[in-house]
């Protein structure tokens, strides 16, 4: 496939069958709804990156996680980093798609801050360019996106000569300046970390309550609800007009007896010293060994599968049409996968609290053994171990501090018998031994 010479925008989506619209200019209006892929270009080749350091410098201020190479960076380090990616024989900066709107894509690029996860952050080291309200956008609508920024990628880097490929910080891939990562899920190995903002961690669900009721005695059971008439209307008590009298309230209803301190089942006392700690909803609690595996697996899948499914991919590319491939889109699921499964183990770690050893007090923690029998049984004994839902496996007798079992047992002591509500019913059990 012979290429232009300088590798432009418009050059690059014509070699791919695409029909290229534009340009117009960054930061200003375009008509471009609908699906496809857009190219942000210089307006000639430079021979070395506009790289503005007052913005570098600001950018690692503001982000204290900011890491070269897992160093503290300074704005010239990080600057320099930048610049040996940059390739003088393209004006090509950056590749980049929609799968609903081009402009509305290319208009959330503009509108993020560096360093800023959203509105979206690809397109990151475009923000520390001089000059960016100069460069130009070209793109072409199509419904095959991904396949068509799959092939502007891979064209792009056959364009590039072998000199300058041999100048890269890292040989490949080779993609634009301002690209971080290909469609098939290869990465730059550019070393920066922590230079996006922390992801927001998700909000706890809001509490519940739940309340055991007697038999017969929960709202809709006697046939209609306490505060509705038999047609089904809601009587409410007339309002007083303001000024004259006082408003009509209901009568409040009796508190229920309760039964006396003697007579309550062990489950329903708090235990002493107070309630048992909940924990933190947005936190995940792992054991060392736990912790251990999952810093393995995260090792293999990064290491090993991620090259694997990229490899297959790049095989199946070679096949022909992509639309009619069994094989690449067999491999892209299971990156979508494993992708997914890598992002999820990050997650895991990066909010990991540490299990530590049972404190000496006498009760029941995460990370107890606990031996307990049936109140009514036949005397067996079964031992739990008390561990995060993470790492939950009952049938190997490690059951998460969430589940019903888990929850009734945290802050007991040895001879307590608490009382766990099952399919067959409520089972009490007392606990024998604790370690």
Known sequence: MAV???????????????????????????????????????????????????????????????????????????????????????????????????????????????????????????????GLERTRLWWARTGAVEEYEDALFSAFAEAIPPDERARLHAASPVLPFANLRSTAGERKAHGLSGFLVPEEPAAPSPPTRVTDLPPGEAEGASGLPPTRAAGGTTRRAPRAPSGTGTPRTAAPRPAAPRPPA???????????????????????????????????????LTTVKRPEVILRIKTAKELGDLKENADYTSAREEQSFLEGRIANIEGMLRTAVVIEAPGADGRVHLGSEVSVEEVEGDGEVVVYRIVGSTEAKPAEGRISNSSPVGRALIGRSVGEVVAVSTPRGAVEYRIVAID
């Open 4 to 130: 232009q010479t300088p590798l432009t925008a418009a050059t690059l989506l014509r070699s791919v069958g695409l029909l290229a619209d534009g340009p117009a200019v960054w930061g200003r209006p375009f008509a471009a709804a609908g699906p496809g892929v857009f190219v942000v270009e210089l307006s000639a080749p430079l021979a070395s990156a506009p790289i503005e350091l007052t913005r570098v410098g600001k950018w690692i201020e503001r982000l204290p996680a900011f890491r070269l190479d897992g160093d503290a960076p300074t704005s010239k380090a990080v600057a320099a980093r930048l610049a040996s990616f940059w390739i003088p024989s393209t004006t090509v900066l950056y590749v980049g798609s929609s799968t609903s709107n081009i402009a509305g894509r290319v208009g959330a690029i503009e509108a993020t801050s560096l360093g800023d996860r959203k509105p979206y952050a690809g397109g990151t080291w475009l923000k520390t360019l001089i």
């Open 262 to 300: 003697a007579h309550r089942s062990p489950a329903a006392r708090p235990p002493a010293g107070g309630p048992a700690t909940r924990p933190a909803d947005d936190a995940t609690y792992l054991s060392p060994e736990g912790i251990a595996r999952l810093r393995e697996e995260l090792v293999t």
